[in-house]
């Protein structure tokens, strides 16, 4: 099994309709994010979580929400899609190490979102 | 804050020939690089990472990416491309005083012709 996983892996919604993208990782870390790649903009945080308590903004978090159900899973509703948020979505996941065993990010394999 | 620029969002190279794409950086404090590549459908996986240990730094598939302090670079190298090398690269640095959160540059789509 995939140390991340998201679901769905596609999906196709209308306008205005509610939609939740899920994130389930087994790596064991606290850190969890939710970020939107659309083509020359490269990756956009929306939201993260460095425990199941403590959630922030990203810097485009506007017309999302989240939810951080347990350390290893958290979600990404979208309240009433519209067609912007058309695009491929990935959750990934790191713990706290500092330093040169520093690891980045482990990304699920994304979830691609078509409103129409 | 930190910022990656990337230079070029596509990058076309012939089959064997040199590979570079090119990522700059701003950091306040002595950065974490990363470079991640991404294969179509599919996510973003690490290519290689610099953590203030040795400034050449060699990853999976031949790649390897050189830290240059004076010139606030970390450009992806590859001697010779390969058919499989077709894919989006992203580089990004990691934000100590912020927790380590990864911001990233826009991508450049490599492209390899036969």
């Known amino acids: 099994d995939a140390d991340v996983t998201q679901t769905p892996r596609n999906r196709i919604t209308k306008t205005g309709k509610r939609i939740m993208l899920e994130c389930s990782q087994t790596?064991?870390?606290?850190?969890m994010y939710w970020y939107r790649q659309d083509p020359g903009l490269g990756l956009r945080l929306i939201y993260y979580?460095?425990?199941?308590?403590?959630?922030n903004k990203g810097e485009i978090s506007d017309g999302y929400s989240v939810s951080r159900q347990a350390q290893a899973k958290f979600s990404l509703s979208l309240e009433s899609a519209i067609p912007n948020q058309t695009a491929l979505y990935f959750c990934?996941?790191?713990?706290?190490?500092?330093?040169?065993?520093?690891?980045?990010?482990?990304f699920g394999s994304g979830t691609r979102l078509t409103v129409v | 804050a930190q910022s990656v620029t990337q230079l070029g969002s596509h990058v076309s190279v012939s089959e064997g020939a040199l590979v570079l794409l090119r990522c700059n950086y701003s950091?306040?404090?002595?950065?974490?690089l990363f470079w991640y590549v991404q294969y179509p459908n599919q996510g973003l996986q690490l290519l290689l990472k610099?953590?203030?240990?040795?400034?050449l730094v060699k990853g999976i598939n031949g790649f390897e990416a050189e830290f240059k302090k004076s010139e606030t670079s970390f450009h992806l190298t590859k001697p010779s491309a390969h058919m499989s090398d077709a894919a989006e690269y992203f580089c990004?640095?990691?934000?100590?005083?912020?927790?380590?959160?990864?911001?990233f540059g826009g991508g450049t789509r490599l492209m390899v012709k036969p």
């Open positions: 790596k064991g870390h606290d850190r």
């Open positions: 979580s460095f425990d199941v308590k403590d959630i």
């Open positions: 990004a640095v990691s934000d100590q005083g912020a927790g380590n959160m990864l911001t």
């Open positions: 610099y953590t203030s240990a040795a400034t």
């Open positions: 950091s306040s404090v002595p950065p974490y």
């Open positions: 990934a996941t790191s713990d706290q190490t500092t330093g040169p065993n520093n690891y980045g990010y482990t």
